[in-house]
């Protein structure tokens, strides 16, 4: 029988833990960039700046399609439950960022679409993270950065 050490360090050493961190302050150092970007929507930069919009936000822009998405799709892409993308949606629905538009395929299904300003949110999405990354690599180097980046895409694989 092994004995825990419940007081070691492991558990704050760990790389499940190292990712979880690197991943928080990716995301919120993205949305301090997207708040501060000019070409995103006054109301939607000071929802970010207020902390309104937060890293769940960002499954709805790292996963919905250009051509738009079925909700369950969004929800099954984003690791989330139905229930709760449809929350989130509705959030985004209501500052603007999205809408809903009957599905021309199934009528019984509607497709959640980016309106022109959550297309300005998605390029100041895009800016932040290209400006995130680099500020990464400048960090760790860009050879760290480079191995980070293929050891995480075969680890998520």
Known sequence: MTV???GAPWRQTHMGYWLAQASTRFDTRVLALMAANDSMPLALA???ARGHLTASHVHITRHLAL?????????TSAGVSKQAMGKLVDQCEAWGLVQ???????????????TPAGLSWLQAFQ???????TELQDAVGQQ???VMALG??????
């Open 4 to 6: 825990l050490s419940l």
């Open 152 to 157: 995480l895409e075969a680890y998520a694989a």
């Open 100 to 114: 809903r538009q009957p599905d021309l395929r199934d009528a019984r299904a509607c497709l959640v679409l980016f």
């Open 127 to 133: 800016d932040a993270v290209t400006q995130a990354q």
């Open 67 to 75: 051509a738009g998405s079925r909700l369950t799709d969004l929800a």
């Open 144 to 146: 760290v950065a480079t």
């Open 46 to 48: 000071n929802l970010a």
